[in-house]
């Protein structure tokens, strides 16, 4: 075994946001007020701050108001934060309760699902990831958190960063996909883009950092399901995510509902104290996913609910999301010595300092203003943004013949059950996005052909169901048309929570009716709607044409028409590996080899005996409508050591007529470890603009960091031997060229 270089366990792993709030005297102050505060609690007020309910509220719009038996609660002290309660105006006078009728006047804090937008729905995540661009993700989630604080809401249940491997996973729609570099400068810029500048700034939204931990690696992608990893895997694929969300700085984290192991996470403590606290120095709180903690009963490992609260508070779980454990329990399990005081008011100091760093002991109704509210939501500046992100997230997976973009000068067929649908285009999460909101595909269309052109319209079938009547309508409407555009894909609810797919097909009919278009020898182009990569072979061998548009939000239509005419150059990248078929599946990129890799070629290797051995499209992948070139790869040196960084360069150059972007990707692959390493693993991108012609020089600087991993005794280091530099436009096709690492 070679020997080990360089140890980066402690380095890597401090947190330089919790290394600043550890000398911070802000932080000083807020503790000093925090422990004057819990001096002055009872049990029951204290045990109170760790309660969360979904308010139950009576009445609509101006006229709702807290239903009495949660004001009660309020009124004495027993819940420390309400979600689902929106809007300017209730949640203003909900908070009038605690803070004019509660004896010490501990304001609420109010949170909600503020997913991939609050009114101005943007793309799902998913999509956003396809964007490749960390900076206009994070002013989408700005927008957010300025819809979100004018109706009330303090905090929002996101970013969702779990990694997911496997698309028949419902949940895969609002996260970054497969990669944990991709994954973790995502979480980082929706993290940022949520909290602002400062989180007393009014327009402020504290995040959420979700689910704690590798929920995205459910056994069979059964959403809730049992997650059995290693712990380097753990370490090295799920938990980067996460941690780069601690070092940007996360108010909150949200525990998960699976186990890892045979440990449920709202009772893992390894997890929620030796690592978020211990090793990343977090010290913000932990809220439980909905009614976790009441469900270690039926993971076992609680006999009781009394039993759950106890294991979840003192593993490190603060705050408790609609089990009633807390509520009921903790007081008992207190004074019983069951659970010991101080692990009590730690919590409750967590939970009070992030209330004091909001700023809501100064001003509790902060950014709640009925006018603002008005004023802000689906703002033109919003929807332009929305805009933007939803074209920049599209990816172009085919374009034979460049049959993209299309003429405005004729007729063309506008055909299937997403061109003219609002809601399904907002996906699943979709705050307080309504279909009244939405730019249908039709509409963008028409707006975008004006009188130059002319659309035929029918819808063809439904999303999900075996009616087929409406295919001799879309065939005439085909057949009049020189181009025919089918909008196809899942409805809103088929992605997302509870909400895992056996099959990856297109649902319904929907196939079909692609055969059915294509037949009449009218060329077709297939813009996809959908929260997961789809299985869509056949529908790649009969459509020239096919954009991956995902669901776009409320200026999707819009979105559509500006790539489909040429408005916009498609720079979408997949941030997942879209798999030929179901039984692939888990198929991502950066996977290890075996002793018998995959060989098409040789019976005895690790493959299926009836599919190609490779993925429809590679993680990565986009297509433009010009294209690039590569040349002159090169490394600064062939041998580096302990301190030296070494530059990557390569030569990118648009070879076509008009002006495109392009993501520069790098893969690296330490070739001999002392434990088996992936074949490839993404470490630096760009995106690069081009002019027809252009050229640009593109360079990356290969950092030790970039060369660890975790050996056998699960330290970070860094061994000697031969690396593979890869450079390319996907995780596919790329050129190579190697260096040593020679240590000191």
């Given amino acids: 075994m070679r020997s080990l270089i360089l140890l980066l366990a402690t380095v890597l792993c401090?947190?330089?946001?919790?290394?600043?709030?550890?000398?911070?005297?802000?932080?000083?102050?807020?503790?000093?007020?925090?422990?004057?505060?819990?001096?002055l609690m009872t049990l029951e007020e204290k045990v109170g701050q760790l309660v969360q309910y979904a308010a139950k509220v009576q009445g609509r719009g101006d006229t709702a108001r807290l239903q009495e038996e949660h004001a009660l609660l309020v009124r004495s002290g027993k819940v420390g934060s309400f979600l689902n309660a929106v809007g300017a105006s209730l949640n203003r006078?909900?908070?009038?309760?605690?803070?004019?009728?509660?004896?010490?006047?501990?304001?609420?804090?109010?949170?909600?699902?503020?997913?991939?937008?609050?009114?101005?729905?943007?793309?799902?995540?998913?999509?956003?990831?396809?964007?490749?661009?960390?900076?206009?993700?994070?002013?989408a989630a700005r927008v957010a958190a300025i819809e979100a604080s004018s109706a009330g809401i303090h905090w929002t249940f996101a970013p969702m960063v779990d990694i997911a491997r496997d698309p028949r996973w419902g949940r895969i729609a609002e996260g970054s996909g497969e990669d944990p570099l991709l994954g973790s400068l995502m979480a980082a810029a929706r993290v940022r883009g949520f909290q602002g500048e400062s989180l007393t700034q009014t327009d402020a939204l504290l995040a959420c950092a979700k689910h704690y931990a590798a929920y995205g690696g459910a056994e069979g992608g059964r959403d809730y399901n049992t997650v059995d990893i290693s712990e380097r895997t753990l370490r090295e694929v799920y938990l980067p995510p996460y941690e780069a969300a601690v070092r940007a700085g996360v108010g909150t984290l949200m525990c998960s509902f699976n186990e890892i192991a045979g440990v449920p996470s709202s009772g893992n403590r390894r997890l929620l104290t030796d690592i978020l606290r211990g090793e990343w120095k977090f010290d913000g709180f932990v809220?439980?996913?909905?009614?976790?903690?009441?469900?270690?009963?039926?993971?076992?490992?609680?006999?009781?609910?009394?039993?759950?609260?106890?294991?979840?508070?003192?593993?490190?779980?603060?705050?408790?999301?609609?089990?009633?454990?807390?509520?009921?329990?903790?007081?008992?399990?207190?004074?019983t010595g069951k659970v010991p005081p101080q692990v009590l008011d730690e919590s409750v100091r967590r939970v009070l300092r992030t209330k004091f760093r909001l700023g809501l002991f100064d001003d509790p109704y902060r950014g709640a203003d009925p006018a603002r509210e008005k004023k802000v939501l689906l703002a033109p500046?919003?929807?332009?943004?929305?805009?933007?992100?939803?074209?920049?997230?599209?990816?172009?997976?085919?374009?034979?013949?460049?049959?993209?973009?299309?003429?405005?000068?004729g007729t063309v067929a506008l055909i299937g059950p997403l061109a003219d649908n609002r809601e399904d285009l907002l996906g699943c999460w979709s705050?307080?996005?309504?279909?009244?909101?939405?730019?249908?595909?039709?509409?963008?269309?028409?707006?975008?052909?004006?009188?130059?052109?002319?659309?035929?319209?029918?819808?063809?079938?439904?999303?999900?169901?075996?009616?087929?009547?409406?295919?001799?309508?879309?065939?005439?409407?085909?057949?009049?048309?020189?181009?025919?555009?089918?909008?196809?894909?899942e409805a809103a609810l088929m992605s997302g929570e509870?909400?895992?797919?056996?099959?990856?097909?297109?649902?319904?009919?929907?196939?079909?009716?692609?055969?059915?278009?294509?037949?009449?020898?009218?060329?077709?182009?297939?813009?996809?709607?959908?929260?997961?990569?789809?299985?869509?072979?056949n529908i790649e061998e009969s459509a020239p044409a096919i954009l991956e548009a995902w669901a776009p939000g409320v200026e999707g239509g819009n979105a559509v028409a500006d790539i489909l005419f040429g408005e916009y150059n498609p720079s979408g990248r997949l941030p997942v590996t879209f798999p030929r078929s179901v039984g692939q599946v888990p198929l991502y990129y950066n996977h290890k080899n075996t002793g018998r890799p995959p060989q098409a070629n040789e019976r005895f290797t690790s493959k299926y005996i009836d599919i190609d051995i490779t993925p429809l499209y590679p993680f990565g992948f986009g297509l433009s409508y010009t294209?690039?070139?590569?040349?002159?790869?090169?490394?600064?040196?062939?041998?580096?050591?302990?301190?030296?960084?070494?530059?990557?360069?390569?030569?990118?150059?648009?070879?076509?007529?008009?002006?495109?972007?392009?993501?520069?990707?790098?893969?690296?692959?330490?070739?001999?470890?002392?434990?088996?390493?992936?074949?490839?693993?993404?470490?630096?991108?760009?995106?690069?603009?081009?002019?027809?012609?252009?050229?640009?020089?593109?360079?990356?600087?290969?950092?030790?960091?970039?060369?660890?991993?975790?050996?056998?005794?699960?330290?970070?280091?860094?061994?000697?031997?031969?690396?593979?530099?890869?450079?390319?436009?996907?995780?596919?096709?790329?050129?190579?060229?190697?260096?040593?690492?020679?240590?000191?």
């Avoid at 439980?288 to 490190?316: F, K």
């Avoid at 933007?388 to 003429?407: D, F, G, T, W, Y």
């Avoid at 929907?510 to 813009?527: I, S």
């Fill in 14 to 39: 401090l947190s330089p946001t919790s290394a600043r709030q550890q000398t911070d005297p802000r932080r000083d102050a807020v503790d000093h007020r925090v422990d004057s505060l819990l001096s």
């Fill in 93 to 139: 006078d909900i908070q009038s309760i605690a803070m004019t009728r509660s004896r010490l006047k501990i304001p609420l804090l109010f949170g909600y699902d503020v997913i991939h937008g609050f009114r101005t729905v943007f793309p799902i995540p998913l999509a956003e990831a396809s964007t490749w661009e960390p900076d206009l993700i994070q002013k």
């Fill in 287 to 335: 809220v439980s996913d909905w009614g976790s903690i009441g469900e270690m009963q039926r993971h076992g490992v609680a006999g009781t609910l009394a039993q759950a609260a106890a294991l979840a508070i003192t593993s490190g779980v603060d705050m408790d999301m609609e089990a009633g454990a807390y509520h009921e329990h903790l007081v008992e399990l207190v004074r």
């Fill in 381 to 409: 500046e919003h929807r332009k943004l929305a805009r933007e992100v939803a074209r920049r997230s599209m990816v172009l997976l085919k374009n034979s013949r460049a049959l993209l973009p299309i003429a405005k000068n």
């Fill in 431 to 489: 705050g307080r996005g309504r279909g009244e909101d939405v730019v249908t595909v039709r509409e963008g269309m028409e707006h975008a052909l004006g009188r130059a052109g002319s659309l035929l319209y029918a819808r063809g079938c439904t999303i999900d169901t075996a009616d087929r009547s409406g295919f001799p309508e879309a065939v005439e409407v085909a057949r009049k048309a020189s181009v025919a555009i089918l909008v196809l894909g």
């Fill in 498 to 537: 509870a909400a895992s797919r056996s099959s990856l097909a297109l649902p319904g009919v929907q196939e079909e009716l692609v055969r059915a278009v294509a037949a009449t020898g009218v060329p077709v182009v297939v813009v996809l709607m959908n929260g997961r990569p789809l299985t869509i072979g």
């Fill in 627 to 744: 294209t690039f070139e590569y040349s002159g790869l090169s490394v600064t040196a062939p041998v580096a050591r302990v301190g030296d960084s070494l530059t990557v360069s390569v030569t990118v150059r648009n070879t076509g007529k008009i002006p495109g972007e392009e993501v520069v990707q790098l893969y690296l692959q330490d070739v001999v470890a002392s434990v088996t390493r992936p074949v490839r693993e993404l470490k630096a991108f760009r995106k690069v603009a081009l002019p027809p012609g252009g050229e640009q020089r593109v360079d990356f600087t290969v950092t030790p960091e970039m060369l660890a991993f975790y050996n056998l005794s699960m330290q970070r280091v860094v061994e000697p031997g031969q690396f593979n530099i890869y450079v390319g436009g996907n995780a596919r096709d790329l050129q190579s060229i190697s260096f040593r690492f020679d240590g000191p």
